[in-house]
């Protein structure tokens, strides 16, 4: 089978009778294995993307810092595994939404018996089970690579999908608005290097302007970022249920705010 026979295969919408009529949360499932189905092919390469930046910028910037502060090289390795999932998940998310919406796909959903917050749901979990292989790779040579030891916490199982979710839902927002699919890509990567240097998400605090630190607050990836040295590094604090209550906050409101951007046409 020719590479072009494969991609064109697994952007196909393999939509299964069987989601008709099923409870919410067979329809999860059933949507997420299709969505992960579809990417059956092409997974490899999204994974090595997902390596690529993040172990450079570990790298580069590790080199640059490697002999300051440990806190220093602490948010180094945090920035990067932010990049990864960024790149891993928002703009992944970005790029399949405007995909699904240029094709028609959204539009057979539609047709469908199933809810459309499921539809995004699922689509924004499923790049995130793609995800977890580059982000074990980043956490587990950065951690090598700049001395920086791990101690991770069991909230990390909860944590860490929950820094996903609004950077994912951020993506789908871009894809469900942009006009085609290259500006759907060219719109994520501007706004993913705008929440990486949003704040103290690569760069440690002491290093930037005050007007930096206050555009933070409501940077979705300062939040995980923050959250992310807690769980994987320690120690925890106070602060997580702040950076926790503040990342499921953004998650409601950007989940929603793309489902009502959805054109659904129910029939």
């Given at each position: 089978?020719s590479h072009?026979?494969?991609?064109?295969?697994?952007h196909?919408?393999?939509?299964?009778?069987?989601?008709?009529?099923?409870?919410?949360?067979?329809?999860?499932?059933?949507?997420?294995?299709?969505?992960?189905?579809n990417?059956?092919?092409?997974?490899?390469?999204?994974?090595?993307?997902?390596?690529?930046?993040?172990?450079?910028?570990?790298?580069?910037?590790?080199?640059?810092?490697?002999?300051?502060?440990?806190?220093?090289?602490?948010?180094v390795?945090?920035?990067s595994?932010?990049?990864?999932?960024?790149?891993?998940?928002?703009?992944?998310?970005?790029?399949n939404?405007?995909?699904m919406?240029?094709?028609g796909?959204?539009?057979?959903f539609?047709?469908?018996?199933?809810?459309r917050?499921?539809?995004?749901?699922?689509t924004v979990l499923?790049?995130?089970?793609?995800?977890i292989?580059?982000?074990?790779?980043?956490?587990i040579?950065g951690?090598?690579f700049?001395?920086?030891?791990?101690h991770?916490?069991?909230?990390?199982?909860?944590?860490?999908p929950?820094?996903?979710?609004?950077?994912?839902?951020?993506g789908a927002?871009?894809?469900?608005?942009?006009?085609?699919?290259?500006e759907?890509?060219?719109?994520?990567?501007?706004?993913?290097?705008?929440?990486?240097?949003?704040?103290?998400?690569?760069?440690?605090?002491?290093?930037?302007?005050?007007?930096?630190?206050?555009?933070?607050?409501?940077?979705?990836?300062?939040?995980?970022?923050?959250?992310?040295?807690q769980?994987?590094?320690?120690?925890?604090?106070?602060?997580?249920?702040?950076?926790?209550?503040?990342?499921?906050?953004?998650?409601?409101?950007?989940?929603?705010?793309?489902?009502?951007?959805?054109?659904w046409?129910?029939?």
């Amino acid at each position: 089978m020719s590479h072009d026979l494969r991609d064109a295969e697994a952007h196909e919408p393999a939509v299964s009778h069987d989601l008709r009529g099923q409870p919410p949360h067979r329809q999860l499932v059933d949507l997420l294995l299709i969505q992960l189905s579809n990417y059956r092919w092409s997974w490899r390469g999204m994974v090595v993307t997902g390596v690529c930046a993040p172990l450079m910028s570990t790298v580069g910037l590790g080199l640059v810092v490697k002999q300051s502060a440990q806190a220093n090289l602490l948010y180094v390795l945090t920035g990067s595994i932010v990049l990864s999932l960024m790149f891993q998940n928002q703009n992944n998310v970005a790029g399949n939404f405007a995909f699904m919406k240029a094709v028609g796909t959204l539009d057979f959903f539609a047709t469908l018996p199933i809810y459309r917050h499921i539809v995004i749901v699922a689509t924004v979990l499923a790049f995130f089970v793609l995800s977890i292989p580059s982000l074990l790779v980043t956490v587990i040579f950065g951690s090598f690579f700049l001395d920086v030891p791990l101690h991770v916490s069991p909230l990390a199982v909860v944590v860490v999908p929950l820094c996903v979710m609004p950077m994912a839902g951020i993506g789908a927002l871009i894809g469900v608005l942009a006009r085609t699919q290259a500006e759907a890509g060219s719109t994520s990567l501007l706004v993913s290097i705008a929440l990486l240097f949003a704040g103290p998400v690569i760069l440690p605090p002491d290093t930037l302007p005050d007007w930096l630190l206050a555009v933070s607050r409501v940077s979705p990836s300062s939040y995980a970022a923050s959250a992310i040295r807690q769980v994987g590094f320690g120690p925890v604090t106070g602060q997580l249920w702040v950076d926790v209550g503040v990342l499921a906050t953004l998650t409601l409101v950007v989940l929603w705010t793309v489902g009502r951007k959805i054109q659904w046409h129910e029939r």
